[in-house]
């Protein structure tokens, strides 16, 4: 009768060691997607406020032959604010990845709700044919049709 206590004692407390490991697991595992569904709402929010809207007229000369230089006034339509730098925006001329930008905010210091910056894609030796320029802010995306 003791042999038939002593194994059942050890059993229970091989069960109990593997049931606390195993809870401890679940823990650290729902902690890390708790954290990441924490992330994501984060960057989906921010996503969500962000909204651009490019406001030149595809009619008017936003090229200058002269300069090599594409100019586009673009204003912030969301309800946050954007850093007016060159590295949060994606700018795409005829699907090529540019860098050479500069961007400056035209009504006010920073690129806040209703603000509108002027973007210069600076090199962009184009061809008279149409062109298009795609923005990327936050996920939010825009593209723009000219003729040069």
């Not at 929010?45 to 230089?69: A, C, K, L, W």
């Not at 210069?120 to 996920?139: C, F, P, Q």
């Amino acid at each position: 009768m003791a042999s038939v206590s002593a194994s059942h004692l050890i059993l229970f407390i091989a069960s109990m060691v593997i049931a606390a490991g195993v809870a401890g697991t679940f823990t650290q595992g729902v902690s890390r997607l708790s954290q990441g569904i924490d992330d994501q709402s984060l960057e989906v929010s921010e996503e969500v406020r962000t909204d651009i809207e490019v406001i030149s007229d595809p009619g008017s000369p936003v090229y200058d032959n002269d300069s090599n230089t594409v100019t586009l006034l673009v204003k912030n339509t969301g309800t946050s604010n954007i850093p007016a730098e060159s590295r949060f925006i994606e700018i795409l001329l005829d699907g090529q990845y540019q860098t050479n930008v500069t961007i400056t905010v035209v009504d006010g210091d920073r690129w806040r709700p209703n603000n509108v910056v002027r973007l210069e894609i600076n090199g962009a030796d184009l061809a008279s044919d149409d062109h298009r320029v795609k923005l990327i802010v936050n996920g939010d995306e825009e593209v723009f049709r000219f003729r040069s």
